[in-house]
């Protein structure tokens, strides 16, 4: 795990399918995958896309209660509520109404707001870029633990305007 102002085109591993180059860094205090796309160009310099990374790295770090809002703005403590109340993982002997999660965890319901913002965990980041382009398409994935999504993950996207902006799209996978 590299801190963002540590970061080296060295540090990142290529990856072939499709072209990529990943790395773990610490974003919100947690290690997080990041992979850069260099949108199709195979010769693109990464010490070029790594300046804008970089900037876009340090701007999500700094702006975690942004992206939360933005997946509260989605109602996504609501449709954890819809996805985990599955009456066969119900649990009838508690004074709440309470489910099971595949892993065996209780989930009380309704969730509350602070419990869902502690279970976000970001997974990885995915920048598509070009070697010019001053407005990447960045995508944050995040998983929750609880995991109310029974393996799908929230999809967030970052903009670089001003101030910065996210939009949570809902779930993936």
């Given at each position: ?8 085109t060295t540090d990142f591993q290529k990856i072939d399918t499709p ?60 449709l954890a509520e819809e996805w985990i109340a599955d009456d066969e ?85």
């Amino acid at each position: 795990m590299t801190a963002i102002v540590q970061l080296k085109t060295t540090d990142f591993q290529k990856i072939d399918t499709p072209l990529g180059y990943e790395h773990c860094v610490s974003i919100w205090g947690v290690d997080c995958n990041v992979i850069i796309y260099p949108n199709g160009n195979e010769n693109a310099d990464l010490s070029i896309l790594l300046l804008n990374v970089q900037k876009c790295l340090q701007q999500i770090n700094d702006t975690q209660k942004e992206c939360f809002q933005s997946i509260l703005d989605a109602d996504m403590i609501n449709l954890a509520e819809e996805w985990i109340a599955d009456d066969e993982f119900k649990i009838e002997d508690e004074a709440r109404e309470c489910y099971l999660t595949e892993e065996g965890e209780k989930v009380f319901v309704p969730i509350a707001q602070q419990d869902f913002l502690q279970s976000i965990k970001l997974q990885s980041i995915n920048f598509v870029l070009n070697e010019n382009d001053e407005n990447p398409l960045v995508e944050l994935y995040l998983g929750c633990k609880p995991d109310y999504f029974f393996g799908h993950i929230i999809l967030c996207r970052f903009m670089t305007s001003n101030p910065v902006l996210y939009k949570c799209y809902g779930l993936e996978g």
